[in-house]
């Protein structure tokens, strides 16, 4: 490893960290080629109290192949009208996230953002059951462009809005949007210089445990039930939202 941290890593990274970084894409990788969603819910909270280097480009780098493979691999399932309901509703969310980032603080909207989805958490837990629908896939890909712009973490409205969804046609959509969604904004960071060599580098380096993760999903997936995927995508929800608190709060 010591090799490894003195001739290929950045300037500044050492093996150890390096390691951590690996374990934690590999297992946000893991969860979101099991679940369909889950690598920026888990990975995004994490790298930016311990790893901010990765956020956002090179994670955005990550999750762009690993939301292809996803989609490729439930190809036959994936639900196109729902797909373009969803990033029709992103696309729109996030040009409202700029208005709103006029007028309103970016703490104000996290912590709003947190709370709201705590809060569908909660009421999915006991039983309130959203219906799949065009408009609640589109006002899913409005709050997850929203969400998206402002905290970097944009998947928790889907995972309750698509609960119910059967889990090869969950993970199939998902790819889909999630795989446009991230082109969408390296091509953005690109243009603002926020993504550039030093930035692919570090997600090239990774890319070999984000593929041992999705690999690792294909294992577990079949060992699933739909009954268990519902509390997984509730959990990851929280895990983003309780993220987000913790990001927002620690900033100030």
């Known amino acids: 490893m010591s090799g490894i941290a003195t001739g ?30 889950g690598f920026a819910m888990f990975c995004a909270p994490i790298a930016a109290l311990l790893f901010p280097e990765l956020v956002p480009g090179p994670l955005l780098a990550l999750s762009c ?47 709003l953002f947190a709370a709201l989805i705590l809060t569908g958490v909660a009421l999915s837990l006991k039983g309130w059951r959203v219906a799949h629908s065009g408009r609640n896939t589109t006002l899913a890909g409005m ?3 929203l969400m998206g712009t402002i905290t970097s973490a944009g998947a928790p409205p889907f995972a309750i809005a698509m609960q119910h969804l059967p889990a090869n046609r969950l993970r199939g959509t998902l790819g889909a949007v999630f795989f446009i969604g991230a082109a969408l904004s390296l091509v953005a960071l690109s243009m603002v210089g926020r993504m550039g060599a030093p930035e692919l580098w570090l997600s090239a380096l990774l890319m070999p445990w984000m593929v041992a993760g999705f690999v690792l999903s294909g294992r577990i997936k079949f060992l699933m039930r739909q009954q268990s995927l519902r509390p997984m995508l509730l959990g990851l929800a929280a895990f983003g939202a309780l993220g987000i608190l913790v990001q927002t709060l620690t900033r100030h």
């Open 143 to 145: 709050a997850s462009g």
């Open 8 to 37: 290929l890593l950045p300037v500044g990274l050492d093996g150890v960290t390096y390691l951590g970084m690996g374990a934690m894409v590999l297992i946000g990788a893991c969860l979101q080629g099991v679940s369909g969603l």
């Open 65 to 111: 192949p690993l939301a292809l493979m996803t989609g490729l691999r439930e190809f036959h399932a994936i639900e196109w009208r729902t797909a373009g309901q969803a990033i029709a509703g992103r696309v729109l969310g996030t040009a409202l996230a700029a208005l709103c980032l006029a007028w309103l603080p970016v703490q104000t909207l996290s912590l």
